[in-house]
């Protein structure tokens, strides 16, 4: 008697795939605030592949880096984590040296050509770099992954997810983050992108704004999605950090987003517990808080 093993439609891909190789996806990684139980299971091979160039890039980018340490955010290693350059020098005559700090234990500096770490070293002079494309390709495939476990069948039926794997997937030397209108500089994609280090929206572009200051706001990482009549807008935040927002074409008309929901859901990642309401519920929370204390 054979037994057929079922298949589960992975985002990332867009295949069915045999569950057997299917891995859990932590859709925002644990080394960046992500939590258990925010998680779908998708191809394992791209899984392995995404984590590595997507994922692991992002968690030792040097300033998300620092955040982590902030929030004690460590991956599966369980390896507490800290900000590290190993493109660093110290003292007058720039010994060749790793710096290494942390928010909590302070800053460490190991002379590479002593090999022994260095105390009352003075000035420590270190280069850091952030990598746009990467954080856009990042956010995009968030999207995937959050827009099927928030909306399932739906969001694979209605939403134009080809271009959010296609940016997720596309060469880094093709994105144009430089185009005032804040599009994706290939034709045959019509993504819209927001990034926290593009200048910051009009005031027509409330919505962003907003969008921006939330996840800033969160103790913690989130993800916010906002369907429009004709979109999806999809934006991160890391630990307290908005990191960027895509907005792909979609057929919204039978999401479940009525009442509260009309505006959207929010997932956020607080104290490692998982925490979803409403857009509109968390917006009012962000407005409760940050309103001016009576007298």
Same mark, same amino acid.
């Given at each position: 008697?054979?037994?057929?093993? &079922? @298949?589960? /439609?992975?985002?990332?891909?867009?295949?069915?795939?045999?569950?057997? *190789? !299917? #891995?859990?996806?932590?859709?925002?990684?644990?080394?960046?605030?992500?939590?258990?139980?925010?998680?779908?299971?998708?191809?394992?091979?791209?899984?392995?592949?995404?984590?590595?160039?997507?994922?692991?890039?992002?968690?030792?980018?040097?300033?998300?880096?620092?955040? &982590? @340490?902030? /929030?004690?955010?460590?991956?599966?290693?369980?390896?507490?984590?800290? *900000? !590290? #350059?190993?493109?660093?020098?110290?003292?007058?005559?720039?010994?060749?040296?790793?710096?290494?700090?942390?928010?909590?234990?302070?800053?460490?500096?190991?002379?590479?050509?002593?090999?022994?770490?260095?105390?009352?070293?003075?000035?420590?002079?270190?280069?850091?770099?952030?990598?746009?494309?990467?954080?856009?390709?990042?956010?995009?495939?968030?999207?995937? *992954?959050?827009?099927?476990?928030?909306?399932?069948?739906?969001?694979?039926?209605?939403?134009?997810?080809?271009?959010?794997?296609?940016?997720?997937?596309?060469?880094?030397?093709?994105?144009?983050?430089?185009?005032?209108?804040?599009?994706?500089?290939?034709?045959?994609?019509?993504?819209?992108?927001?990034?926290?280090?593009?200048?910051?929206?009009?005031?027509?572009?409330?919505?962003?704004?907003?969008?921006?200051?939330?996840?800033?706001?969160?103790?913690?990482?989130?993800?916010?999605?906002?369907?429009?009549?004709?979109?999806?807008?999809?934006?991160?935040?890391?630990?307290?950090?908005?990191?960027?927002?895509?907005?792909?074409?979609?057929?919204?008309?039978?999401?479940?987003?009525?009442?509260?929901?009309?505006?959207?859901?929010?997932?956020?990642?607080?104290?490692?517990?998982?925490?979803?309401?409403?857009?509109?519920?968390?917006?009012?929370?962000?407005?409760?808080?940050?309103?001016?204390?009576?007298?």
């Amino acid at each position: 008697m054979t037994q057929t093993n &079922r @298949t589960i /439609y992975c985002p990332y891909t867009d295949r069915e795939v045999p569950e057997s *190789a !299917t #891995s859990s996806e932590h859709i925002i990684p644990l080394s960046l605030g992500g939590v258990s139980g925010f998680e779908i299971p998708v191809d394992a091979a791209f899984n392995s592949k995404a984590g590595h160039e997507l994922d692991g890039a992002l968690a030792n980018e040097f300033f998300f880096a620092l955040d &982590r @340490t902030k /929030y004690d955010a460590r991956g599966h290693s369980g390896k507490e984590p800290e *900000a !590290t #350059s190993r493109k660093a020098s110290y003292g007058e005559n720039e010994r060749q040296a790793h710096v290494y700090l942390h928010r909590k234990h302070g800053i460490r500096v190991w002379d590479v050509r002593d090999r022994e770490y260095k105390k009352g070293v003075g000035s420590v002079r270190f280069n850091a770099s952030l990598n746009i494309d990467l954080h856009v390709r990042f956010t995009a495939k968030v999207a995937l *992954a959050a827009g099927y476990y928030v909306y399932g069948d739906l969001f694979r039926q209605y939403v134009a997810h080809r271009q959010l794997r296609d940016v997720m997937n596309i060469d880094p030397a093709k994105l144009d983050l430089n185009k005032g209108a804040t599009e994706l500089g290939l034709d045959h994609l019509s993504v819209r992108i927001d990034h926290y280090l593009l200048e910051a929206p009009s005031d027509s572009d409330w919505k962003i704004r907003a969008l921006r200051a939330f996840c800033s706001w969160v103790k913690g990482s989130v993800v916010v999605l906002m369907p429009g009549p004709n979109c999806l807008a999809v934006g991160v935040g890391l630990m307290s950090r908005y990191l960027a927002m895509v907005n792909v074409p979609a057929k919204t008309e039978s999401f479940p987003n009525r009442d509260c929901y009309a505006w959207g859901h929010v997932i956020a990642m607080i104290d490692k517990k998982l925490k979803r309401c409403s857009l509109v519920d968390g917006l009012r929370q962000w407005v409760d808080a940050t309103k001016p204390i009576p007298g």
